[in-house]
């Protein structure tokens, strides 16, 4: 059975810089796979969550929403089945809880990290 876990975020001041990390076990073919860092602010349903940054199969290809475009580094270690969100000079706009999954979204939703940026 696949299991995501996202964990490392926290409360944090504005500007400072958190990194999170996600493991996705029990899958063999992680490294097939786009996958991307996703936002659910207070307020919002699971729905509405927004995908933040993403990253192909490989690694080499990269996207990041305007709003964190500069600021957030998204990374992957396919060897440790791991995607990394490196989020530097964090706004209290970036709170809220952070999930990662497939582009296709084909695991099951993890419990997710918060992060809270107080300012």
């Known amino acids: 059975q696949v299991q995501v876990e996202e964990s490392g975020g926290g409360l944090v001041q504005a500007g400072d810089s958190v990194m999170l990390s996600c493991v996705v076990s029990?899958?063999?073919?992680?490294?097939?796979?786009?996958m991307g860092w996703f936002r659910q602010v207070p307020g919002k349903e699971r729905e509405e969550r927004e995908c933040?940054?993403?990253?192909?199969?490989?690694?080499?290809?990269?996207y990041y929403t305007d709003s964190v475009k500069g600021r957030f580094t998204i990374s992957r270690d396919n060897v440790k089945n791991t995607v990394y969100l490196q989020m530097d000079s964090l706004k209290p706009e970036d709170t809220g809880v952070y999930y990662c999954?497939?582009?296709?979204?084909?695991?099951?939703w993890g419990q997710g990290t918060q992060v809270t940026v107080s300012s």
């Open positions: 933040v940054a993403t990253i192909n199969y490989s690694g080499d290809t990269t």
């Open positions: 029990g899958r063999r073919t992680f490294d097939k796979y786009a």
């Open positions: 999954n497939s582009l296709d979204l084909r695991y099951s």
